[in-house]
């Protein structure tokens, strides 16, 4: 069955933060975690940082937990993520036994504790773990895709620099840190306050509620918003140098509201959802990549996981997509040898999520699994050319020149070069 949830865009405007005294105590601190039994060595031989308090969206883990006032919200800092869950317990089904053990034994090869023949269901615990442990495969797939090593990121300052930079002199303190920093990789920007997680100064934030209440509630106190609807946020600073700065790409959402019911569902939401987080945060969030290439990318995250549950991004007060297809392959096939597909020259063009029907969705998904099929190392050199670009833009000409650059083709060369690989690569039914 195919289940279709209409999300929200990611909004330019920022939460600014401004942090709690609260960082020291923790209210409603729950029970020892039994996955880590929060042992500083396992913890750390598995890329799990704490179980909080940290800083979180405008404020912190704690003050959101004793503002909210809801049943106690776990949270989870691994290498490159802070998450908070209140997520219910969730029954494994019988025909989904094999595959979730198969992923357990990888989690217990972790953490000792988890049995995968004896778990039937992920319990609150074991499942802010397995989502973490999902988020840093993630992170790591989508490095491979803009083809970043680790190691490369480390030329830039840590979290630290830009907390020193934010309670004393922003500008100075940073001009300073960077001037102690080796030389960035050839063909980075040297923009100031680039941060090592792909290119944000602080880690990727993710917020998970049951309840839809609660989002509701989060929304309007600390977004401003009067709905439940799914979230995207780019997280700012506010310091003493010129207009608020990027910290942290956070989203949230309700399972309850958004009638997500099986794990792989929310599994697919974060996936696309936090894909395009990252594509947005890629050297720093100054420049949102074009509309079919945010939502390509997401559909090619999920559709690797989970055919299905798709997501469709919508702008504020849309309609939810009303229609789906269960093959991707076969339905975008039909488009092409129909001459009904759009083009990149009309994807390049759409100025908003609302602009992008249910064809421009499935087309958008099959073009970037096309350019990043054709050549891995041109799709790299494609995403970096539209994020980082003297213009700070990713119109039509910046999208032209970075096809011509990254793979050497026109945007008429490189919409018959997907035409015939999509005939000769989808089935016909």
């Given amino acids: 069955m195919i289940r279709a949830r209409a999300l929200l865009p990611l909004l330019v405007a920022g939460a600014a933060l401004a942090l709690s005294p609260a960082l020291n105590a923790q209210s409603s ?101 397995l989502y973490a442990e999902r988020m840093e495969k993630m992170y790591s797939d989508m490095s491979e895709l803009a083809r970043v090593a680790p190691e ?22 940073l001009v300073d840190d960077y001037q102690t920093r080796p030389a960035r990789p050839e063909g980075w920007p040297n923009w100031l306050g680039m941060g090592r997680y792909f290119g944000m100064p602080m880690k990727f934030e993710i917020l998970m509620f049951h309840y839809k209440a609660d989002m509701e509630r989060f929304k309007r106190d600390y977004i401003g918003h009067e709905n439940t609807h799914p979230q995207r946020w780019h997280c700012t600073w506010k310091v003493d140098v010129g207009e608020p700065k990027s910290r942290a790409m956070w989203f949230g959402f309700s399972a309850d509201a958004e009638g997500m019911k099986e794990d792989q569902h929310i599994h697919n939401a974060l996936l696309h959802n936090v894909g395009i987080n990252m594509l947005d945060a890629y050297m720093m969030y100054l420049v949102e990549a074009p509309f079919w290439l945010r939502v390509g990318l997401g559909h090619l995250l999920t559709q690797r996981n ?40 009309q994807l390049a063009k759409l100025s908003s999520f609302g602009e992008l029907g249910l064809h421009d969705h499935l087309v958008s998904w099959s073009k970037v699994q096309f350019l990043q099929t054709k050549d891995p190392a041109a799709f790299a050199r494609f995403l ?41 690569t989808y089935p016909v039914k």
């Fill in 306 to 345: 989970s055919t299905d549950f798709n997501f469709y991004d919508l702008d504020e007060g849309a309609a939810e997509m009303n229609t789906d297809e269960s093959n991707w392959p076969v339905a975008v096939r039909k488009l092409v040898a129909a001459n009904e597909a759009p083009s990149f020259l």
């Fill in 152 to 173: 490369q990121w480390e030329t830039l300052p840590p979290e630290d620099a830009y907390l020193k930079a934010k309670d004393g002199n922003w500008q100075q303190l």
């Fill in 384 to 424: 970096i050319a539209i994020k980082y670009n003297a213009t700070n833009s990713a119109n039509l000409d910046i999208q032209r020149d970075a096809l011509q650059t990254a793979y050497g083709m026109t945007i008429l060369a490189a919409e018959e070069a997907w035409k015939a690989w999509v005939l000769e």
């Fill in 29 to 129: 601190r729950p029970t020892k975690c039994w996955v880590c039994e929060e042992d500083p060595e396992l913890m750390a031989a598995a890329g799990i940082v704490n179980h909080g308090p940290f800083i979180f969206f405008n404020s912190d883990s704690a003050e959101i937990q004793a503002h909210l006032g809801v049943r106690t919200i776990l949270w989870l800092e691994s290498t490159h993520f802070r998450i908070g869950s209140d997520l219910k317990d969730w029954k494994i089904p019988v025909d989904q036994k094999k595959a979730y053990r198969a992923e357990l034994e990888l989690l217990a090869q972790k953490f000792p504790a988890i049995d995968p023949k004896k778990i039937s269901s992920l319990d609150r615990p074991l499942r802010i773990h």
